[in-house]
Nanobody
């Protein structure tokens, strides 16, 4: 099974940018569809972005569409989340997640479809 470790979180001002990374180990990375979720204080964990095994298909929550970009490098066993034009409401712990897939879909947007989770990285956007 795969282990996931996120990095790249931090404190940034409104309008700034951050790039999160998620390094995978212990599995055949290219077999996993991957995603990012986030959890703000006192709220449920919610979907942010997803990417297919090859990286050719992506999907975003409306709240981040046009500002965030998910990508992956299968040679480096890593996925990324480039976050631009950050807003205070983007403040949350961001989680990397992966799945071998429960169907033939290219990507997954529900937390119950994912079986492997990182420990999370904090992103704080100051106003």
């Amino acid at each position: 099974q795969v282990q996931l470790v996120e990095s790249g979180g931090g404190l940034v001002q409104t309008g700034g940018s951050l790039r999160l990374s998620c390094a995978a180990s212990g599995g055949t990375f290219s077999s996993y569809a991957m995603g990012w979720f986030r959890q703000a204080p006192g709220k449920e964990r919610v979907f942010v972005a997803a990417i297919s095994r090859s990286g050719t298909a992506t999907f975003y929550d409306d709240a981040v569409k046009g500002r965030f970009t998910i990508s992956r490098d299968n040679a480096k066993n890593t996925i990324y989340l480039q976050m631009n034009s950050l807003k205070p409401e983007d403040t949350a712990v961001y989680y990397c997640t992966g799945t071998l897939g429960t169907s033939n879909r290219r990507y997954y947007t529900q937390s119950y479809d994912y079986h492997y989770w990182g420990q999370g990285t904090q992103v704080t956007v100051s106003s």
